[in-house]
């Protein structure tokens, strides 16, 4: 059972990734997923997630309107995170996890699995 992320990198103020969250050996749809950010320095900070079961999603309000945390459908074991907007604060490793649940909580930090994560890097 393993998460891998992808889709980081150097990106300039204003401008967007997507980052991507693969699981291997195990679907996605019945578990929470969560995206947690590590800025140099700084503690992991949650910041969007979606819900198993309800399908729902939650962010911490520092990137309401920016981030989007959306489910592959045809792809049960992919998720991603859509990152608009991006400035010099949201630089950091970008992380996955994956935790069995019904509603998921952005700020949520305790998941059963997680990725090793993805650099991004918001820079001029």
């Known amino acids: 059972v393993q998460l891998a992320e992808s889709g980081g990198g150097l990106v300039q103020p204003g401008g967007s990734l997507r980052l991507s969250c693969v699981a291997s050996?195990?679907?996605?749809?019945?578990?929470?997923i969560g995206w947690i950010r590590q800025a140099p320095g700084k503690e992991r900070e949650g910041v969007g997630c979606?819900?198993?079961?309800?399908?729902?999603?939650?962010y911490t309000s520092s990137v309401k309107g920016r981030f989007t945390v959306s489910r592959d459908n045809a792809a049960k074991n992919m998720v991603y995170l859509q990152i608009n907007g991006l400035k010099p604060e949201d630089t950091g490793v970008y992380y996955c996890?994956?935790?069995?649940?019904?509603?998921?909580?952005?700020?949520?930090?305790?998941?059963?699995?997680w990725g090793p994560g993805t650099q991004v890097t918001v820079s001029s």
């Open positions: 996890a994956a935790d069995p649940g019904a509603r998921c909580n952005s700020g949520n930090l305790y998941y059963d699995y």
């Open positions: 979606i819900s198993g079961i309800v399908g729902d999603a939650d």
């Open positions: 050996g195990f679907t996605l749809e019945h578990y929470d």
